[in-house]
């Protein structure tokens, strides 16, 4: 071989191209900064109200019942943070993750930005078969229950209806769920029409409005059970719902079965919605706001919406407690408050161009 003909080759020759390095994804820092921004919030919860104690020293009061650190406060600020406000934090703090993560969730099942317990009636049947638990006399397990198979009814009579009328089945979840929420929103005030008034009817109405003020670590406990489960098992299942989004017929070919998936995640919805109604009565639009919140920070990929919608339904909630027992003297029930943001942003989404919340596919 000629040195011409050697030239040749080596130029011929495809070059290896270098490894590229792997970009590291920023999106994934949104998971701890919003840990701290809870840790902050949580903190500053604690130490707000009528009798106002130093943040340092909670954050003492609060290692102090793990390391043996010396005691620099006084008994009293020991009692306000750990017996009154601590429990009333705690299931602030799980009741906004919950809610925020069906929101989320039904939101990538239904595919429609507007899908949320609320708005699909599982909260108004949960609260119809928790006023029923309450009207008979029992509560703590039994409620859950009640809350449960309620919001089960619901969501089947949801699914059913959108079934059964073919061409627009999204449009359909969405009237379904109004039609199927007014039905059970009516059964609950005719068992309020007929409680008695003095003895059932302020616990079955105080109820209903929403409100932590009742709240204990009796309380937090009888929620956590089934929130942190079905909120366990729908974050293990977050990458799932990436594919779920692709369609039924891409998602089968890719292994999975998304009749049963989907009916998976909504009883885990559920059962997260049961959780909270048990305990603080009925709290809307968490689910709504929250989620679209998340989606316009950190764009529509579930592996990061799913945790960062938790992190933020417990922030957000959290504060919202926190004005609803520091705004005025007498304690505002905390689904008013949270309507009354909620309200606003649901006719605001009505209008916007749903492309433009959802954008692309998410990346895989």
């Known amino acids: 071989m000629t040195s011409s003909a050697a030239d040749t080759v080596a130029v011929a020759a495809p070059e290896v191209p270098a ?3 792997a970009r590291f994804d920023r999106r994934l820092l949104a998971i701890p900064g919003f840990f701290l921004l809870l840790l902050v919030v949580s903190i500053a919860a604690l130490a707000v109200g009528r009798y106002t104690v ?9 290692l102090g019942q793990i390391f043996p650190l010396e005691q620099t406060w006084y008994p009293q600020e020991s009692t306000v943070v750990l017996d009154v406000r601590l429990p009333r934090v705690l299931l602030a703090v799980l009741l906004g993750a919950g809610l925020a993560l069906t929101g989320a969730v039904m939101q990538a099942v239904f595919r429609n930005p507007l899908a949320s317990a609320q708005v699909l009636g599982v909260s108004s049947g949960a609260s119809f078969g928790g006023v029923l638990i309450l009207l008979a006399g029992f509560g703590g397990a039994a409620l859950v229950g009640g809350a449960f198979l309620g919001g089960v009814l619901a969501l089947v009579l949801v699914v059913t209806i959108a079934r059964a009328v073919p061409g627009a089945p999204l449009l359909m979840i969405i009237l379904g769920g109004t039609v ?10 005719f068992i309020t029409y007929i409680a008695d008034p003095y003895s059932e009817l302020p ?3 105080f109820w209903l409005m929403g409100s932590l003020a009742t709240a204990s670590y009796t309380k937090v406990l009888t929620a956590a059970i089934p929130i942190v489960t079905a909120g366990v098992v729908v974050l293990a299942l977050r990458w799932r719902l990436n ?3 692709m369609g039924d017929e891409d998602a089968t070919a890719l292994g999975l079965k998304p009749a049963r998936l989907r ?5 885990c919805v559920a059962l997260i919605t049961a959780g909270s109604v048990s305990v603080a009565g009925v709290i809307g639009w968490v689910g709504l706001v929250v989620p679209h919140l998340v989606r316009m920070l950190v764009g529509t990929d579930n592996r990061i919406v799913l945790p960062v919608s938790a992190l933020l339904g417990a922030t957000y909630l959290t504060v919202i407690d926190t004005l609803s027992r520091t705004l005025s003297t007498a304690e505002i029930p905390i689904g008013i408050l949270t309507a009354i943001i909620g309200a606003p942003f649901f006719v605001v989404l009505l ?6 919340l959802w954008g692309a596919d998410a990346r895989g």
């Open 351 to 356: 209008i916007r161009n749903r492309s433009r």
């Open 203 to 205: 616990s079955i109405v």
């Open 54 to 62: 130093p943040p340092n020293e909670i954050v003492r009061i609060l």
């Open 243 to 245: 594919i779920l989004a």
């Open 19 to 21: 490894p590229r390095r």
């Open 263 to 267: 009916n998976f995640l909504l009883l």
């Open 180 to 189: 199927v929420g007014a039905m059970f929103q009516a059964m609950v005030s």
